[in-house]
């Protein structure tokens, strides 16, 4: 299915691009990159807002029911 | 002396973030078996927000991001938007689409079981408690909670 497909290049763009700067290439981890973005004022409201919208989205919104 | 104080320091922390771990494990089982749309599971998610906000407005001093900052992380900030818009692409189109799911269905999928549920969202408290943590150690928020104590 081209949606699963699509979700798949994402996951695997991000973890080739994450082995590609642990061999130091010059570019930031997934982890340098959070901690970059949390070191200004606008990366830290856009993380909390992700977080924020992740769990109203996840947990209350969209959620089926606990079998 | 600098040597035990260190490994003093390093158990209290590992203890600190067992009992943190342990009530946001506690917690997401609870949560997890509210039911959904329901007002106690907005109330659910809202009060770890509104802790987290509080936390992020203590700590809010700011600092410089380094030279070169943005070339560094410009790849994870175009996967970012990749996610974000294959996100709202699914969302346009139904959300539950089989040919186009969104990232939320198919972890919905993944976490309808009570104990995968209660498991992502310990997950989701712990990735907030880091949130907070990193900004109440800013001086900010250090000058405010050093205050509280003095007026004890």
Redesign the interface.
């Known amino acids: 299915?081209?949606?699963?497909a699509?979700?798949i290049a994402?996951a695997c763009?991000?973890l080739a691009?994450e082995v590609a700067a642990r061999r130091g290439r010059?570019?930031?981890t997934?982890a340098?990159?959070l901690s970059?973005?949390?070191?200004?004022?606008a990366g830290?409201?856009l993380?909390?807002l992700l977080?924020?919208f992740?769990?109203?989205?996840?947990?209350?919104?969209?959620?089926?029911?606990?079998? | 002396m600098a040597q035990a104080d260190a490994g003093a320091r390093c158990r209290a922390r590992a203890a600190g973030w067992s009992v943190t771990v342990a009530g946001c494990l506690a917690y997401g089982w609870w949560a997890s078996g509210l039911a959904h749309f329901s007002p106690a599971a907005s109330a659910a998610v809202l009060a770890p927000v509104g802790a987290v906000a509080a936390a992020l407005a203590l700590g809010a001093s700011q600092r410089r991001a380094h030279r070169g900052t943005l070339r560094r992380v410009g790849c994870w900030m175009v996967l970012a938007a990749a996610a974000l818009g294959l996100e709202a692409v699914a969302l346009a189109l139904g959300g539950r689409s089989r040919r186009w799911p969104s990232l939320s269905h198919l972890l919905d999928e993944l976490t309808a079981p009570r104990p995968a549920r209660s498991v992502a969202f310990a997950t989701w408290l712990v990735l907030g408690a880091l949130l907070a943590r990193r900004s109440l150690g800013r001086p900010g928020a250090a000058r405010w909670l050093r205050g509280r104590a003095g007026a004890r």
């Open positions: 299915m081209p949606g699963e699509a979700w994402v763009a991000a691009w010059g570019h930031a997934f340098e990159a970059a973005a949390e070191r200004a004022r830290r409201a993380l909390f977080w924020a992740a769990g109203y989205h996840l947990f209350v919104r969209y959620g089926v029911a606990p079998r």
